[in-house]
Structure formats: structure tokens, C-alpha cells
């Protein structure tokens, strides 16, 4: 699979799983919390592949203002999904951060597969981005052997360099 078709799947997965969380009772909190581990997993893994393999690969004079964009869009959202680990799903708070993060999240999909792929499209050829893509894949499965959503505290401090 190549890298573009890897990250659009992935952020599809994670719309379904904001879905998800979307449609939970108010009662449901265990579910709540395992959606919350779902979600944030992925886009812990996720971020941490676009940061050390797609960034990187596809910085340009073309792309690099998207890029510091994003970097800047993927701090902001690891800071809520560090709150969020701090917080338990009853918290009358969880719910509302759950939403902020859900909003950015899609904000910054739309921006990248809009503006950021198609760029990309015209910078990498179809070899490298199978290259980058199975490396990508890899290493995406690798992080999701664990809890990658434990590494985000401390990942706030500042945006990955590019």
C-alpha cells in the first residue's frame, strides 16, 4: 500500500472510532474509555509515522509550510489526548475534550489529504511512495503492539522538528 493510501485509510479508521464515541449513552463508560484507548492509540501511532517517515520524505519548498502546519496541528491534539489520559470518562470535562479533539483531528485530515497529498502526488513518484508507505506500515504495526498513546506526555512540549 502506498503511503497516501495508508494515512487515508488510517484517518478513516479514526473517524469511524470518533463515530463510535459519538454515539455512546451518557452511561457508558467503560465503552467510553476503551474507544478513548482505540482512538488515541492510533493517532499516537499515527502522528509518530507522518512525523519520522512521511514528513520528513516529502519536505520540499512546495509542501514545507503544510508541514510546519501539521506538526503544529499534531502538538495541539497530543496535548488533549495527554489531558485526556489524565482524566477518567465521567469527568464532566472528558466529553467536551473528546469533542475538541475529534474537530482538530478532522480539520487537519481535511487539510492533508486536500492540500498536503496533492503535493505530495506531484513530489514522490509511485516507487516511493510504495517505499515509504510499507515502511510506514511497518513501523505503524510495530507502535500498535503497545500502548504508543503512553509516549504523548511526552511529546507536548513542542512540535517535531521537520
Keep these: 500500500m502506498n503511503a497516501l493510501e495508508l494515512l487515508e485509510q488510517q484517518h478513516e479508521e479514526v473517524k469511524k472510532l470518533f463515530a463510535q464515541y459519538g454515539k455512546l449513552p451518557d452511561h457508558a463508560d467503560a465503552r467510553r474509555s476503551?474507544?478513548?484507548?482505540?482512538?488515541?492509540?492510533?493517532?499516537?501511532?499515527?502522528?509518530?509515522?507522518?512525523?519520522?517517515?512521511?514528513?520528513?520524505?516529502?519536505?520540499?519548498?512546495?509542501?514545507?509550510?503544510?508541514?510546519?502546519?501539521a506538526v503544529e496541528e499534531h502538538l495541539s491534539a497530543?496535548?488533549?489526548?495527554?489531558?485526556?489520559?489524565?482524566?477518567?470518562?465521567?469527568?464532566?470535562?472528558?466529553d467536551a475534550k473528546m469533542k475538541v479533539l475529534q474537530e482538530q483531528i478532522e480539520h487537519h485530515v481535511e487539510e492533508e489529504e486536500e492540500e498536503l497529498f496533492k503535493k505530495v502526488r506531484k513530489l514522490l513518484s509511485?516507487?516511493?511512495?510504495?517505499?515509504?508507505?510499507?515502511?510506514?506500515?511497518?513501523?505503524?504495526?510495530?507502535?500498535?503492539?503497545?500502548?504508543?498513546?503512553?509516549?504523548?506526555?511526552?511529546?507536548?512540549?513542542?512540535?517535531?522538528?521537520l
Design 34 to 69: 476503551e474507544l478513548f484507548k482505540k482512538i488515541a492509540d492510533r493517532l499516537a501511532a499515527h502522528t509518530t509515522i507522518e512525523e519520522l517517515y512521511f514528513y520528513p520524505s516529502t519536505k520540499s519548498e512546495r509542501t514545507e509550510d503544510e508541514l510546519r502546519e
Design 78 to 94: 497530543k496535548r488533549i489526548i495527554a489531558d485526556l489520559l489524565e482524566m477518567e470518562p465521567d469527568d464532566e470535562e472528558f
Design 126 to 161: 509511485k516507487e516511493q511512495l510504495e517505499d515509504l508507505g510499507i515502511q510506514m506500515e511497518q513501523e505503524f504495526e510495530t507502535l500498535m503492539k503497545g500502548e504508543p498513546r503512553r509516549n504523548i506526555p511526552a511529546e507536548t512540549d513542542h512540535a517535531a522538528p
